[in-house]
């Protein structure tokens, strides 16, 4: 079984300038997650979607970032402009429905925003 | 909601020795409990996980668990380190989606 897929694994950009990251995850997932993994520091919930539909964006600075999962598969998500702070590895995951919350992690994209 | 503490940011233990992280969670009901390693530039996997039952949960890499409700703690607990049990070590509470703790570095010394 395929596991949970994301690119790029690297970006260095300049601040103000975007980014966005891709996320396939594993068939037949319903729960799709994007995490922000901070250098030091735990994962922390950016937004959480069931099939196509957002479940939970709380935490996700909507004046700069956005993320979307069209079609209930794939998701993006995007950062415009970037600030320093946002330099992080993001994290996808995924869970399929009715499960006991086990969630499986992609390898993640390593942010740099110099 | 729910939240962790993980209270050691770091832990030094000589290779053989025993290793005892600790977990604290905050959550309303039964929580779903996870242990989760990272290992340099790699990505996070999975050690362990409590649903229910059994308040004592056996994982990979010969690491277990141990479920007390009553001191809302879930530690992981290793009798014998090895070298290669260096990394980051996150506990997480579901099953709100997953809510991470701060990790806990653990550093192997020979």
């Known amino acids: 079984e395929a596991g949970v897929a994301q690119s790029p694994r690297y970006k260095i950009i300049e601040k103000r300038q975007s980014v966005a990251f891709w996320c396939n995850p594993i068939s037949g997932h319903a729960t799709l997650y994007w995490y922000q993994q901070i250098l030091g520091q735990g994962p922390k919930l950016l937004i959480q979607f069931q099939n196509n539909g957002v479940v939970d964006d709380s935490q996700l600075p909507k004046d700069r970032f956005s993320a979307e999962r069209l079609k209930g598969v794939d998701s993006t998500l995007k950062i415009q402009p970037a600030k320093l702070e946002d330099s992080a590895v993001y994290l996808c995951?995924?869970?399929?429905?009715?499960?006991?919350?086990?969630?499986?992690f992609g390898e993640g994209s390593r942010l740099t925003v110099l | 909601a729910q939240s962790v503490t993980q209270p050691d940011i770091h832990i030094t233990v000589s290779e053989g020795a025993s290793l005892e992280l600790r977990c604290n969670y905050s959550y309303g009901a039964t929580p779903y409990l996870f242990w989760y390693v990272q290992s340099p530039g790699q990505g996070l996997q999975l050690l362990l996980k409590y649903f229910s039952g059994d308040t004592l949960v056996q994982g990979i890499k010969g690491f277990e668990a141990e479920f007390k409700r009553s001191q809302s703690s879930f530690n992981l607990r290793k009798p014998s380190v090895h070298w290669s049990d260096a990394a980051e070590y996150f506990c997480a509470v579901g099953p709100l989606g997953l809510t991470f703790g701060g990790g806990t570095r653990v550093l192997v010394k020979p």
């Open positions: 995951a995924s869970t399929s429905s009715g499960s006991t919350g086990e969630l499986f």
